[in-house]
C-alpha cells in the first residue's frame, strides 16, 4: 500500500453525501462519461470474495453503464462503499465491517438503474418505458 494510495483512501471516508469525488480520486471515466460508480474503499477484513462475485456480474452492471472503482485498502475498521453519479456526486454511503454486509449485485443494479434513467437537470427519474414521462 502506497503513501498516496492512503492519502486518497482517507480523503474519499470524508466524503459525504452530495459531495462530489474529486476526479483524481475516481479513477479514469468510461468514453460515454455516463457512467455511475460504486467506490470501493476495503478496509481492514479481506473483501475479495465480494469483489470477485461484483466482477463477475459486470455484464450486468454494465447494462446500466455502472462501473465499480477500487481504491486501496486503508486498514480502517469498516469497508466503505461510496454510489457515484456521472458527475461525480456521492448519492449514498455504505460503511460495513464485513463485506457481506456492502450492497450487492442486485443493489447496486438497482442504484446504477436510478442513475442512468434520471433526469440530469433535477435528477428526478425519468423512465417511459416503464412508468410513463416525468410529469
Do not use: K
Not at 11 to 26: C, I, T
Not at 74 to 100: C, F, K, S, T, W
Not at 110 to 126: Q, Y
Request: with cysteine; glycine share 6%; hydrophobic share 45%.
Amino acid at each position: 500500500m502506497s503513501a498516496a494510495g492512503t492519502a486518497a483512501s482517507h480523503r474519499l471516508r470524508e466524503l459525504r453525501v452530495g459531495d462530489r469525488v474529486p476526479a483524481a480520486l475516481l479513477g479514469p471515466m468510461p468514453l460515454r462519461r455516463l457512467a455511475a460508480t460504486a467506490l470501493v474503499i476495503p478496509g481492514r477484513t479481506d473483501i475479495a470474495a465480494y469483489l470477485a462475485g461484483i466482477r463477475a456480474a459486470d455484464a450486468e452492471l454494465t447494462s446500466w453503464d455502472g462501473r465499480v472503482h477500487v481504491a486501496e485498502p486503508d486498514g480502517e475498521a469498516n469497508h466503505r462503499l461510496l454510489v457515484v453519479d456521472r458527475y461525480r456526486q456521492v448519492y449514498a454511503i455504505h460503511d460495513a465491517p464485513e463485506a457481506d454486509a456492502l450492497p450487492d449485485v442486485r443493489e447496486l443494479s438497482e442504484w446504477f438503474r436510478f442513475l442512468a434513467t434520471a433526469c440530469p437537470e433535477c435528477g428526478v427519474i425519468d423512465d417511459p418505458l416503464l412508468t410513463g414521462p416525468t410529469p
